[in-house]
């Protein structure tokens, strides 16, 4: 089987440079064409980039660009998507492959896939037993309430699961919903509700944004 280039760098690299890999693969006239795609696209949740936030952006700055506004979790698909759009469909189902393995990857390590009904009772655990997500008395979703609002780019799957399991109501979901413009106003209002669940609502919380925002919370795990 034969490899591009771009496949054949992918092997041990972050999020961020597989999506460098893809862009140093467009032409000057083809980057351009997708700064240009990027600001012009109207993203879920209403999140968009300035166009003088990208004039004259390479292919690192531009790979920064999408990591930060969109998070990890989020910027391949946004990238793909954008790459589609100027008819660079090659290069997006490379990376597209590429964000498939890597999901195959995360699933294996958090043996999540396809468990996230009833799950309250299947808190994370580790190997010496069940993770224990309060420290001090307060729950990491608490102790890490306004990275999650500032941070979490997409709300609406969080949302679905949590009516899905009648964690809130369907009043609450579409009024973040509807009324509700940015995503951090909808963590917001989101996280009012928390304030009324016990330590099995939080821990399953926790483990939707677990599978939603996986590297933002690999991350938080760390402080």
Known sequence: ???????????????????I?????????ELKAFRHKLCDTDFEEGVNIAKGKVEGADSLDLADIIVRTFSEANSVKVTVRVLRAIGENQIANILERKEGRQDN?????????????????????????????????????DRHREALIKRTPIVAPILDALL???????????EILTQTTTPQNKM???????????????????????????????????I
């Open 1 to 19: 089987m034969l490899y591009t280039k771009f496949e054949l760098r992918w092997t041990k690299k972050t999020v961020k440079d597989h999506i």
């Open 21 to 29: 890999n893809a862009l140093d693969d467009l032409r000057q006239s």
């Open 105 to 141: 990857i995360l699933e294996r390590k958090t043996g999540q896939a396809g468990k996230m009904s009833g799950a309250i009772e299947g808190t994370a655990t580790n190997a010496g037993g069940r993770l224990d997500l309060t420290v001090n008395g307060v729950h990491f979703v």
């Open 164 to 174: 899905t399991e009648k964690m809130i109501h369907q009043e609450l979901y579409t």
């Open 188 to 222: 917001r209002k989101l996280f009012l509700a928390t304030t009324a669940w016990g330590t099995k609502q939080k821990d399953y919380f926790y483990k939707i944004l677990e599978r939603e925002q996986p590297f933002l919370i690999e991350e938080l795990q760390t």
